[in-house]
């Protein structure tokens, strides 16, 4: 019996860290801004640089080049702010990046069990396969909570 | 593009706070929280020195009638470089007086907003929430958060009868500079 794979193609931006690219599903979304002061205070979680205040809003700043290329950012021209889902609410995330981002559609093959937990799935642009993140998985949070997040979060590619 | 659920803004309608600083990053505290602000010397007379500390954070202790409160350094508790106390918060209802090096300001917030879920390990105790104060974020302390509840029976568990105690602090010691 034959199975008909049927992908539907969806929005996803792309950022840069470093030399390498990333993608995240245009969903999670919310803005990309210049970087502005960041405000730091003490604190005992990895990877959160500290916060920006942007609408009237305190957001987390969090630096994931090194957990995704090996080495954290020197420099860095936009804060990609994505949404990040907890057990009960939302909540923005400023995520750095080092380059100009880019909205592309695309169609994204689901990951699989050898892949990472922050890699949604894949998508293949301009010859180049680039891994979707998933921004749940990607952040900090409450233990217990990412899985969670990471199934809403996840971008369905309907079979 | 979709737009995540507006922040937890605890209704705080006006709430006035003192700014302090622990190694010269700023904090805020709810005024309320605080029972007396003393100077290190003026405590050095009712402080002793806790001879085995179990707490590197808490190297003093300060009768205060029938209960003790323990000293808590700051900047110790924050992971901070270590810079001289120079004033104590008592804190009310708690066992905690609070070495810091100085008041800023006295201020009035009218937004407390909880701290993102990003943030998650001891700092959840540490902090009611962030405000945003003058186009800067300030932390605002939890009062209860100096020492938990593990902490404060390992410190009581590690004290000497309170009428040695006592004897002790009658002749007082001087707190850290």
Redesign the interface.
């Known amino acids: 019996m034959t199975r008909n794979v049927e992908f539907e193609s969806q929005s996803f931006v792309l950022l840069r860290l470093g030399e390498r690219r990333f993608a995240l599903s245009?969903?999670?979304?919310?803005?990309l801004v210049a970087p502005s002061r960041i405000?730091r205070?003490?604190?005992?979680?990895p990877k959160?640089e500290g916060?920006i205040?942007r609408r009237?809003?305190?957001?987390?700043v969090?630096d994931v080049a090194e957990q995704l290329i090996g080495e954290s950012l020197t420099a860095r021209r936009f804060y990609l702010i994505a949404?990040?889902h907890?057990a009960q609410?939302?909540?923005?995330?400023a995520l750095p990046v080092t380059g100009e981002c880019e909205l592309i559609n695309s169609e994204m093959t689901e990951a699989g069990d050898s892949d990472a937990p922050y890699v949604s799935g894949w998508i293949s642009h301009n010859g180049e396969i680039i891994e979707v993140l998933n921004t749940d998985a990607l952040?900090?949070?409450?233990?217990g909570?990412s899985l969670l997040g990471s199934e809403r979060a996840t971008v369905e590619a309907r079979q | 593009m979709r737009l995540a659920a507006p922040p937890k803004h605890r209704p705080v309608r006006s709430e006035q706070i003192i700014l302090f600083r622990v190694s010269g990053q700023l904090f805020a505290v709810s005024s309320a929280s605080v029972q007396e602000v003393r100077s290190v010397d003026s405590l050095a007379g009712a402080a002793a020195e806790i001879a085995s500390p179990v707490l590197k954070k808490v190297k003093h202790i300060v009768r205060r009638g029938d209960k003790s409160l323990y000293v808590v350094n700051g900047a110790m508790h924050f992971g901070l470089p270590l810079t001289p106390g120079a004033l104590v918060f008592i804190l009310r209802r708690t066992r905690t007086a609070l070495l810091i090096d100085g008041i800023d300001k006295m201020s009035a917030m009218t937004m407390l907003q909880a701290l993102p879920q990003a943030f998650c390990h001891e700092e959840r105790q540490w902090y009611r929430g962030l405000t945003a104060l003058d186009q800067t974020v300030v932390p605002v302390v939890n009062p209860e958060g100096f020492l938990t509840t593990e902490e404060l029976a390992l410190l009581d568990a590690s004290m000497p009868p309170p009428e040695i105690l006592s004897d002790a602090t009658e002749e007082g010691t001087e707190l850290p500079q």
Not at chain 1, 26 to 31: H, N, P, T, Y
Not at chain 1, 89 to 93: H, R
Request: neutral net charge; contains cysteine; proline residues 11%.
């Open positions: 245009a969903g999670q979304i919310a803005e405000f205070f003490p604190h005992r979680t959160i916060v205040l009237g809003r305190i957001v987390p969090c949404v990040r907890y609410q939302t909540e923005w995330v952040t900090p949070g409450p233990s909570e």
